[in-house]
C-alpha cells in the first residue's frame, strides 16, 4: 500500500483513510464482508462521521512534535527497550 493509513471498525462499517492523498475507502460489512466494494460515495455521513472520529483520534492522540520526550526511564525501562531494539 501506499500512504499513511488509518482505519476505524464498527459492527457495520469500515473506513481506511490514507492521510498522504486524503483519500478513503468506505466498506459495509453487512453486506461486503470481504471489502470488495467501496460505498463510500454513496454513504458521505457515514464516511464523513467516521473520519471525523479518526482524525479527533488522531489529535488527542498524538504527542506534540517538538524533538524531545518529557518522558522520564529507569534504567531497567531503558534495559527492557534497548532489548526490543527500541533504543541503542
Same mark, same amino acid.
Given at each position: 500500500y501506499e500512504g499513511l493509513r488509518y482505519a476505524i471498525? =464498527?459492527? !457495520?462499517?469500515?473506513l481506511i483513510l490514507? +492521510? !498522504? =492523498?486524503g483519500t478513503g475507502e468506505l466498506y459495509d460489512l453487512r453486506s461486503d464482508p470481504?471489502? =470488495?466494494?467501496?460505498v *463510500?460515495?454513496?454513504? +458521505? !455521513?457515514?464516511y464523513n462521521a467516521l473520519r471525523d472520529r479518526? #482524525?479527533?483520534?488522531?489529535? !488527542?492522540?498524538?504527542?506534540? #512534535?517538538? *524533538?524531545h520526550s518529557d518522558? =522520564? @526511564?529507569?534504567?531497567?525501562?531503558r534495559e527492557r527497550l534497548r532489548s526490543? *531494539?527500541? @533504543?541503542n
Open positions: 471498525r =464498527t459492527a !457495520d462499517w469500515k490514507n +492521510l !498522504d =492523498t470481504l471489502e =470488495t466494494h467501496d *463510500g460515495a454513496q454513504h +458521505l !455521513d457515514v479518526i #482524525l479527533a483520534w488522531m489529535r !488527542d492522540m498524538t504527542p506534540p #512534535l517538538s *524533538g518522558a =522520564t @526511564l529507569t534504567e531497567e525501562e526490543l *531494539g527500541y @533504543l
